[in-house]
C-alpha cells in the first residue's frame, strides 16, 4: 500500500461512521449528566445551605473553566487513582461532569422561572419539598426547560470532539488520522464539519423553533 | 499511594503566568477584531441586501453548528492547500475572530433592534444635537442592551482559546502542555492551569459587573 493514499469514498465513509463514537459519547455524557443536572439543579434551589453552597460553588467551577481543562484533569487524575490510561472512562466522565454542572444551571433557571405563587399555593396545601417538586414544580418547570437543554446537546456534541484531544478515536481523531494517511486536510476537515453540521443543526432549528413556540404562548 | 510533586510546577510558574498574559492577549485581539466582524454581519443582515443576509446567516449557521477545533484544523490544516499558510498564532487568532464574530453577530443585532424610530424622534422633538441623540439614545441603551452577552462572551472566549495549544500556538494551556512535557508532574500541572483560567474568568467577570454598575447606573423605564 502507498505510504499516502487518495481520499476517496472509503475514506469518506470511515469518517461519516466514526460519528457513532461521537453520538454514544455525546449520549452517555447527556443521561448521566441529566441524572447529574437534576440533582445539581435541586441542590441548587434547596431551602437548606450547604447543599446550595456545593452545588453552587460545583457549576462555578465548570463554567470558570476551559473544556479541555477539565478533561485533561480527569484523564490525567484517573490515572493517579489508579485506573490507568483510558480515553474512554475519562471522556465519559469528564463529560458527564460538565454536563450535569451546564445542565444543573440550566435547570436551576426553569425551576426559579416557574411563578412562585405555585411553589406558595403547593405549601399552603401542605405539600413537603419532595412532593411540592415531583408534582407541582418540576413538570412546569420541564416545559420551560426544553428548548435550552435541547441547545445545551448542541454544545454538548461539539465539545465531545475535544476528546480526540485525548486520543479518543471520534469524529475530529478519526479525521485526523485519515489526514495523516491521504494529507487532504481541505477535504477531511470539510468532511468532519459537513458531520457535525448535520448533527447539530437539525437540534439548533429544533431548539429555536421550540423556543419561538414557547416565548409566543407565554406572551401576553 | 500518588505523591503529589508541586515543585516543577512551582519552579516552571513564570512560563505559565506568560502563557496566561499570551491568552488574555490572544482574547482580547480576537475579541476586537471579533466585534468588527459582528458590525458588520449585523449591519450586512438588517441592510435588506439578500445575497449578503444568504451569506452571513450561512456563515452564522456554520460556525455555531461546528466544533471550534474543527474549525481550528480546517484553518491551519485546510486553507494552505488553498494558498493561505497561517502560523500557529495567527491561525488561532483567525480562528477565535472567525468563531466569535458568529456569536457577537447576533448579539450586536439584538443591540440595534433595541432602539427604536420613535426614540430618535422624540430626541430630535426635545431639541437634541446629533451627537447627543448618538450618544444618550443610541449608543448608551443599546450599549447596555449588549453589554452583559457580550462579557460574558468574552468570557467564554478565553475558556475556548485554550482550544488553540491543540494547534500549538502559544498560549496558557500551550505553557502547560510544554511544562507537563518537561516535568512529567501531568495532573500537578494541569490543576495550576485551571486554576488560573479561573481566576481570570472569576477576575474578568468581576471587573465587567464592576463596569457595569457604574456605566449603566439609571433606571430601566420598564
Known amino acids: ?220 | 499511594m500518588y505523591e503529589f510533586n508541586f515543585a516543577p510546577v512551582i519552579a516552571g510558574l513564570d512560563q505559565l503566568l506568560i502563557g496566561a498574559w499570551l491568552t488574555i492577549q490572544l482574547s482580547c485581539a480576537a475579541m476586537l477584531l471579533g466585534l468588527i466582524v459582528s458590525v458588520f454581519c449585523a449591519w450586512g443582515k438588517t441592510s435588506g441586501i439578500t445575497p449578503l443576509r444568504w451569506v452571513i446567516d450561512a456563515y452564522i449557521e456554520i460556525i455555531r453548528n461546528t466544533p471550534f477545533l474543527v474549525q481550528i484544523f480546517f484553518i491551519f490544516f485546510g486553507l494552505p492547500s488553498l494558498g493561505l499558510r497561517l502560523t500557529p498564532n495567527s491561525a488561532a487568532l483567525l480562528a477565535l475572530v472567525v468563531n466569535f464574530g458568529a456569536y457577537g453577530t447576533e448579539i450586536i443585532r439584538a443591540g440595534i433592534e433595541s432602539i427604536h424610530k420613535g426614540q430618535v424622534e422624540a430626541g430630535t422633538a426635545l431639541g437634541l444635537s446629533r451627537l447627543q441623540i448618538f450618544r444618550y439614545i443610541i449608543m448608551k441603551p443599546a450599549l447596555r442592551t449588549v453589554y452583559p452577552a457580550l462579557t460574558s462572551q468574552f468570557i467564554y472566549l478565553m475558556l475556548t482559546s485554550s482550544v488553540v495549544s491543540a494547534i500549538s500556538a502559544d498560549d496558557l494551556a500551550a505553557a502547560g502542555n510544554n511544562l507537563q512535557s518537561a516535568t512529567f508532574a501531568s495532573f500537578e500541572v494541569y490543576i495550576v492551569v485551571t486554576l488560573i483560567y479561573l481566576v481570570m474568568s472569576v477576575g474578568f467577570s468581576t471587573i465587567f459587573a464592576m463596569i457595569e454598575k457604574a456605566a449603566f447606573k439609571y433606571p430601566l423605564s420598564r
Open chain 1, 1 to 220: 500500500m502507498p505510504l499516502i493514499r487518495p481520499f476517496g469514498w472509503d475514506e469518506f465513509w470511515i469518517i461519516v461512521i466514526a460519528a457513532r463514537w461521537t453520538i454514544a459519547l455525546s449520549v452517555i455524557a447527556f443521561a448521566s449528566g441529566g441524572i447529574g443536572g437534576l440533582f445539581i439543579a435541586l441542590a441548587r434551589v434547596s431551602d437548606t445551605k450547604w447543599p446550595r453552597l456545593i452545588a453552587t460553588g460545583f457549576i462555578r467551577i465548570f463554567q470558570g473553566t476551559p473544556l479541555l481543562m477539565q478533561l485533561f484533569l480527569v484523564f490525567f487524575g484517573l490515572n493517579i487513582l489508579g485506573f490507568g490510561i483510558n480515553p474512554w472512562i475519562a471522556a465519559a466522565l469528564a463529560f458527564t461532569l460538565h454536563a450535569s454542572a451546564f445542565l444543573g444551571e440550566i435547570w436551576r433557571g426553569c425551576i426559579e422561572a416557574v411563578p412562585s405563587g405555585q411553589r406558595e399555593a403547593a405549601t399552603a396545601l401542605g405539600l413537603r419539598y419532595f412532593n411540592r417538586m415531583r408534582y407541582v414544580i418540576l413538570p412546569q418547570a420541564a416545559k420551560i426547560a426544553v428548548a435550552p437543554t435541547v441547545g445545551f446537546l448542541v454544545q454538548l456534541i461539539k465539545g465531545t470532539s475535544l476528546a480526540a484531544i485525548i486520543g479518543f478515536t471520534e469524529l475530529t481523531r478519526q479525521g485526523q488520522i485519515i489526514n495523516n494517511a491521504t494529507f487532504s486536510p481541505f477535504l477531511v476537515f470539510s468532511t468532519v464539519a459537513a458531520v457535525y453540521f448535520a448533527l447539530c443543526w437539525p437540534l439548533s432549528l429544533l431548539a429555536r423553533r421550540m423556543e419561538l413556540k414557547f416565548s409566543r404562548a407565554t406572551t401576553r
